[in-house]
């Protein structure tokens, strides 16, 4: 398994088009919601992917920044159905924790709005809720929050 961590100006047109079919099979058809899923967050986030050795989209999340500078926001968390069961979203949520605070000494916090469902997941990493469970596009979710070690 490969990781890479792109900007948005280094993915190629094929990596997009990959990460891209990969978010709306399961934001968007999977889990039925019909919503904008591709947003300008895209253009200033990294990318993080992990790849086989075919080359074949195993799991992305992207890092956002937040205003503030002190904090980072994982978001588009998704594993390949075809991959799942297997520990890939272990793998790939521990790399975007890690890579969240990479060449940004005042990232302090990561924060990430997550499906309710999985909040005893994210907990395992460190996460705390610091919100109620709310809907967001009909699927319920809590807001979390990490705090980064220096």
């Known amino acids: 398994m490969q990781i890479q961590i792109k900007t948005f100006q280094q993915l190629t047109n094929t990596e997009?088009?990959?990460?891209?079919?990969?978010?709306t099979q399961v934001f968007v058809v999977e889990q039925n919601c019909a919503y904008q899923e591709v947003d300008d967050a895209d253009i200033i986030s990294r990318h993080l992917q992990i790849k086989n050795t075919d080359?074949?989209?195993?799991g992305y999340l992207r890092l956002i920044p937040e205003s503030d500078?002190?904090?980072i926001r994982i978001?588009?968390?998704?594993v390949n159905p075809n991959f799942r069961k297997q520990g890939f979203g272990r793998q790939l949520v521990a790399s975007g924790i890690e890579a969240a605070g990479q060449g940004s000494p005042q990232i302090t916090t990561v924060k990430i709005q997550a499906?309710?469902?999985?909040?005893?997941?994210?907990?395992?990493?460190?996460?705390?809720?610091?919100?109620?469970?709310?809907l967001d596009t009909g699927i319920p979710h809590i807001d979390m929050v990490l705090k980064l070690s220096k």
């Not at 997009?16 to 978010?23: D, E, G, N, T, V």
């Not at 999985?118 to 996460?127: A, I, N, P, V, W």
């Open 75 to 78: 978001g588009r968390v998704v």
């Open 115 to 134: 499906q309710a469902y999985l909040q005893e997941f994210y907990t395992s990493f460190g996460f705390q809720p610091v919100s109620d469970v709310y």
């Open 55 to 58: 080359g074949q989209l195993v």
């Open 16 to 23: 997009l088009f990959q990460i891209y079919k990969l978010r």
């Open 69 to 71: 500078r002190k904090s």
